[in-house]
């Protein structure tokens, strides 16, 4: 009999491998790179535990190498969109109904085998996949989802521990935490496999069922996660994966008279457009609850520097702020404001540190940079360095902006300074790596504190350098809506499970911090109960 109050094991956050040239760890992988790269994947469908093949096939090739194939993946059709929303509901009642410390069980021995058995095959097909170094692989398919995992345990347990304080001697209160009625709608990005993961599971930790679909250029980890919450004991119809065009199965899951909630990471004009239909939806009383919408979406990130800020600091948190992972995460650093006083320094520190980069075949460890993921993201990038370029009285190229598509999409390391701080370049989400440098007058702070927060709609990361505490404190005072994630003196990327929750307000979503117990109540409907003991007979 299940009646323990059972203790959870300790959370803390998964330690990061270095994958030093000859470590046990680096040669693992490259062997688990080579076995993915040999044995191309035919990928299912993955509804109520079966496997699906619907015969229309799209290709998975490597960004960095146009001519190695990964496999293929068959994508949903209307039907079987249908079909997962069944099998969703199917297995809503045993799971709910679940013991949490079961549900639990689940998910940790899920960060278990990925911290072991799966480290190396995550962190393989997120390399050869997505054209993450080994380095960006580990801290994301492996780390990240591991996190993920363990601390969404803890938060689940905490919640439920949160009960009203007054009670009496004939009246009993308390509060149970029900899954919401329905199924969570996860549509995940392309950027980070630990995300890809996350937004189904952390519903499904609290009890709910999910449908999932995955970003086209990341079904290959993607359908990794799903076999590992498979062989970790993940019930039939709990996560149903139905990968494909986003058009064959957006419309049709957001009109089921069973959604629930959309649980999304992707860009803003998506986002809106789910927000729309689930809005023309709630007016034709399709559903019975009105939907949680929980989302992540874009960011113009910035790093506002003070001259009396340690310049070597400022140099390195911007360039790794802007170019690991080729620009494509989304606390990116985008923008930056620097004073004319410190800008012939760092300026100088950038130009050396882009020199010294390798881009490459993410397999070489040696590369620091991969391509950019598709042929679409490819041109919109270059869009931009071109439109820059052609209008020299505006934009003045610091470093890079070369490109070379002829084996993968790379583009290398590019700084573009402007005079301009209401151009194109300072207010729009490029998603790769361009970083565009404002550069502003030492005695025009305020007024440059103010332009860097009414430039753009999105309010994701940013971060500030300066020395000076009263300074630190103008700084963070006048940017207080800026930026959902706040870095003093550190670069805009990097946020940790446990330790920055991470969320955007404006136009970068709703803000609803994934890594924290703030994002899993988002996945329960609370139901109050008194028992009165002694009820009044007259």
């Not at 496999?193 to 952390?202: E, K, Y």
């Not at 006083?341 to 980069?357: D, E, T």
């Not at 920055?500 to 911090?513: C, E, I, L, V, Y």
């Amino acid at each position: 009999m299940a009646n323990a109050v059972i203790q959870l094991p300790y959370t803390k956050n998964e330690p990061v491998l270095g994958y030093a040239n000859g470590s046990p760890e680096s040669e693992t992988l490259k062997a688990e790179l080579k076995r993915q790269s040999d044995n191309p994947l035919e990928i299912p469908l993955i509804i109520g535990g079966k496997e699906v093949k619907t015969g229309i096939l799209g290709e998975l090739r490597s960004p960095h190498n146009h001519s190695l194939k990964l496999g293929t993946y068959h994508k949903a059709t209307k039907e079987a969109v249908a079909a997962a929303i069944d099998a969703a509901i199917a297995a809503r009642k045993s799971w709910m109904n679940m013991p949490w410390q079961s549900r639990a069980a689940i998910f940790l021995k899920a960060a278990d085998l990925l911290s072991t058995n799966y480290r190396a095959v995550l962190n393989a097909a997120t390399m050869l996949g997505q054209s993450k170094t080994a380095m960006q692989a580990e801290i994301d398919s492996a780390c990240e989802l591991i996190d993920f995992f363990r601390f969404n345990v803890h938060y689940m347990r905490k919640i439920y521990s949160i009960q009203p304080e007054h009670n009496n001697e004939h009246v009993w209160n308390y509060v149970e935490y029900r899954p919401l009625e329905g199924f969570v709608f996860a549509l995940t990005p392309f950027n980070f496999t630990s995300i890809g993961g996350n937004l189904p599971t952390a519903p499904a930790i609290m009890g709910n069922v999910a449908v999932w679909k995955p970003a086209s250029t990341a079904v290959l980890s993607n359908y990794y996660v799903m076999r590992l919450l498979k062989e970790a004991g993940l019930p039939d119809g709990v996560i149903n994966f139905i990968p494909g065009d986003g058009a064959q199965i957006g419309d049709p899951v957001i009109d089921s008279k069973h959604f629930a909630a959309v649980h999304f990471t992707g860009s803003t004009g998506t986002f809106n457009s789910l927000w729309l239909r689930i809005a023309e939806n709630i007016k034709r009383n399709t559903y019975k609850v009105y939907p949680r919408i929980v989302g992540e979406t874009g960011g113009k990130d910035f790093v506002f520097a003070h001259r009396d800020c340690n310049i070597k600091a400022l140099s390195e948190a911007l360039f790794r702020g802007a170019f690991e992972y080729q620009g494509q995460k989304c606390s990116a650093t985008s923008r930056a404001y620097i004073p004319r006083s410190i800008w012939p320094q760092v300026a100088q520190l950038l130009k050396k540190r882009c020199s010294g980069i390798r881009l490459g075949d993410t397999s070489d460890f040696s590369v620091f940079m991969g391509a950019v993921i598709d042929e679409k993201a490819f041109k919109k990038i270059v869009s931009y360095i071109e439109l820059a370029k052609a209008a020299p009285e505006e934009y003045r190229i610091i470093s890079g902006a070369s490109w070379d598509s002829s084996k993968g999409w790379f583009i290398e390391p590019t700084i573009i300074e402007t005079t301009n701080p209401k151009s194109r370049l300072m207010e729009e989400e490029i998603f790769g790596p361009v970083l565009t440098v404002y550069v502003y007058e030492d005695d025009r702070l305020d007024q440059t504190l103010e332009l860097l927060d009414s430039t753009s709609p999105f309010a994701l990361t940013g971060s500030i350098f300066a020395s000076d505490r009263a300074v630190i404190v103008k700084l963070a005072a006048a940017l207080g809506e800026a930026a959902g994630n706040f870095y003093i003196n550190d670069k805009s990327t990097g946020a940790v499970v446990g330790q920055q929750p991470f969320g955007g307000a404006r136009a970068s979503g709703t803000n609803d911090k994934a890594g924290s117990e703030f994002n899993l109540m988002r996945w329960v409907s609370m139901r109050s109960i008194k028992e009165n003991f002694c009820p009044p007979e007259m």
